[in-house]
Every structure is written in structure tokens, then in C-alpha cells.
Nanobody, 128 residues
Framework: RVQVVESGGGSVQAGESLRLSCTVS????????MAWFRQAPGKEREGVSC????????YYTGSVQGRFTISRDNAKNTLYLQMNSLKPEDTAMYYC?????????????????????WGQGTQVTVSE
């Protein structure tokens, strides 16, 4: 079965950086688009960024555009999210997920709405 393990979260101050990692097993990682999602307390889970199977296409939600960079290493079955210039509003539990389809804003909305199983996530807390 598919397993995802997110890591790299932590508590930082505004303006600092973190790099999240997500290791996936149980599927052909290189065949799937991958994405990062986040859920803040009291809010719905939202799509943050996605990347196509071959890294040829990426998408970022507007609030993180220019600050976050998604990447993947298919040889290591690992997805990354480099987060720079972090803001308090980035505070959330971050999750990664794979799915069939092509990376896009609508694909992110589809995945977050249809998916029932998520990993344990990694907590990111940004203070003023």
C-alpha cells in the first residue's frame, strides 16, 4: 500500500526558511504528479503547490508564489518544498499527496476534495 512520510517542519520566526520533505513508497513515484497541501487550525485543507511527474510543470497558490519552491527527486522517491520568507499565516500542518492527473489549480482542488487518506503531516509554526 502507498505510504507517505512528511518531515522537516518546525517552529521558526517570520522571515526564516524551512525545507519540507516527503518520502513515498508503495507506488511508481515517477508516474505521479505530486502536491503539497496544508491545513491551519479551524480552516479547511488547501492546496499549496504541485509538480508534474517529470518536474516539467509546477503550480503555486497565490499566497506562496515567489516564496515557496516545489521540487522532486524521482530517484529518491522524494518530494520537497523549500519555504522562504515564512509568514505567520503559513502556520499549518503540511501534507503531501500523489494522484493521477496533471498538476494545475483545478487538480489541486480535486485532490483535496476527493482524498480520504492522508499522511501524518509535518507541523510548521511561524511566529512574529
Amino acid at each position: 500500500r502507498v505510504q507517505v512520510v512528511e518531515s522537516g517542519g518546525g517552529s521558526v520566526q517570520a522571515g526564516e526558511s524551512l525545507r519540507l520533505s516527503c518520502t513515498v513508497s508503495g507506488l511508481s513515484f515517477e508516474d505521479y504528479a505530486m502536491a503539497w497541501f496544508r491545513q491551519a487550525p479551524g480552516k479547511e485543507r488547501e492546496g499549496v503547490s504541485c509538480i508534474s511527474y517529470n518536474s516539467g510543470r509546477t503550480y503555486y497558490t497565490g499566497s506562496v508564489q515567489g516564496r515557496f519552491t516545489i521540487s522532486r527527486d524521482n530517484a529518491k522517491n522524494t518530494l520537497y518544498l523549500q519555504m522562504n520568507s515564512l509568514k505567520p499565516e503559513d502556520t499549518a500542518m503540511y501534507y503531501c499527496a500523489e494522484d493521477v492527473g496533471a498538476c494545475s489549480a483545478s487538480w489541486l482542488q480535486f485532490v483535496v476534495g476527493a482524498r480520504n487518506n492522508w499522511g501524518q503531516g509535518t507541523q510548521v509554526t511561524v511566529s512574529e
